[in-house]
């Protein structure tokens, strides 16, 4: 078992990573005084295999779990969910000191968490993530969300987790393109914040690729305390903790003009970590820092070609990205292990690199 305290100021909570956390929940959460029923957010798939044993480990805490039933992956990211799930505690007559549980990957996280953050004003959050994305980064550092048509994660709010329980073994069940997704953010704690990481997957990615299980649990526990370090830092995202964005203005550009049903979020992150990197030489970085990206993200089995969106539809996506402030700001790399944030990036070039990666 590993654990890894994130400590936020005021606020600090464990992540605990292990292989058959769930039946074991309830000896792995704090305190949490006056809690009698844990209100547990998971689509029809995750709950059909997760339900019952989370069920019984929250059992022996002494919480009655009730199930909120939510659509899968994105599509349950939205202003109607939230609603629907706020009159579903309403009508339940949950009170303040009851709990929300994210059992699920990152879109379930970003919604329950949401939820947690509204209802009542703020009630008690538990991160149950199940998806290597969700494991590594989603269930980690307060972000909560819902999406617009618009844009993705514009209403939102910070709510920390009370605890984080990242049970390895739920990572077996994942289809490989799922896993691989998740592997997009694990590449992206390499690159820019764990140079020894990223110096073992370049020479063996191999038992992570197969799952094994003591592999995955180290490597989870890794990129946990990458961003915890972060986080602890700049809990709100207005300093450090935008390096942790590094890939995903072009990612989340990708994943809005692809309506959320095209590439998984991994795979538009490895797309935009490339992109990144193209950026990046092109303004002084060493030679060869975009063809180092793209071999790790191919042995991790990473796709990053393939069509893309006309040039000026990515440009305006981007101008949506939360963090555009006058212009479109970017986490580039002056080397691997060196992320600055760049507040503006000429035009020209941005349209210059996209027109290039479109090309066969």
């Known amino acids: 078992m590993e654990r890894v305290r994130v400590a936020v100021r005021g ?27 844990a209100f547990v957010v998971a689509d029809a798939t995750v709950a059909a295999r997760y339900l019952e ?38 009508v339940q007559e949950a009170h303040r000191d009851d709990v929300v549980v994210a059992l699920g990957g990152g ?32 269930s980690i550092g307060g972000k909560t969300a819902v999406n617009l048509p618009e844009g993705k994660n514009l209403v939102g709010a910070f709510h920390q987790p009370a605890a984080v ?10 289809s490989d393109r799922d896993f691989r997704s998740g592997l997009a953010e694990v590449a992206k704690y390499a ?15 191999a038992p992570v690729r197969s799952r094994e299980e003591p592999a995955l649990e180290r490597l989870v526990a890794r990129c946990v305390r990458a961003k915890a370090a972060v986080v602890a830092e700049d809990e709100r995202d207005t300093g450090r903790r935008l390096i ?5 203005t072009l990612g989340h550009a990708l994943e809005r003009l692809e309506a959320y049903s095209g590439r998984t979020h991994g795979e538009a992150i490895a797309v935009g970590m490339l992109f990144a990197a ?26 990053t070609a393939g069509a893309m969106p006309p040039a000026e539809d990515l440009m305006h996506a981007m101008q949506m990205d939360k963090k555009f402030q006058g212009g479109m700001r970017f986490v580039l790399l002056d080397d691997v292990g060196r992320p600055v944030v760049v507040n503006s990036v000429p035009e020209d070039l941005l349209r210059k690199t996209l027109e290039e990666m479109a090309q066969p």
């Open 165 to 174: 329980l990242a049970d390895v073994s739920t990572l077996r069940t994942l």
């Open 107 to 138: 879109a379930v996280g970003d919604l329950a968490g949401f939820v947690a953050a509204t209802y009542m004003r703020g009630v008690p959050l538990v991160q149950v993530p199940t998806t290597l994305t969700a494991q590594v980064d989603a």
């Open 53 to 90: 044993p989370l069920t019984r480990g929250l059992a022996a805490r002494g919480l009655a779990s009730v199930h909120l039933g939510v659509p899968e992956g994105e599509e349950a990211k939205s202003l109607q969910t939230m609603a629907a799930l706020q009159r579903q505690l309403a």
């Open 191 to 205: 690159l820019t914040l764990d140079l020894d990481l990223l110096e073992e997957l370049e020479r063996d990615p």
């Open 278 to 303: 193209r950026l990046a030489e092109a303004r002084g970085a060493p030679a060869g820092l975009a063809s180092r990206h793209a071999r790790l993200l191919a042995s991790l089995g990473l796709e």
């Open 244 to 248: 942790l964005n590094y890939g995903h």
């Open 11 to 37: 606020r600090e909570y464990d992540v605990t990573i292990s292989a058959g956390l769930l039946q074991d929940a309830g000896a792995n959460l704090p305190e949490l005084a006056g809690a009698e029923r």
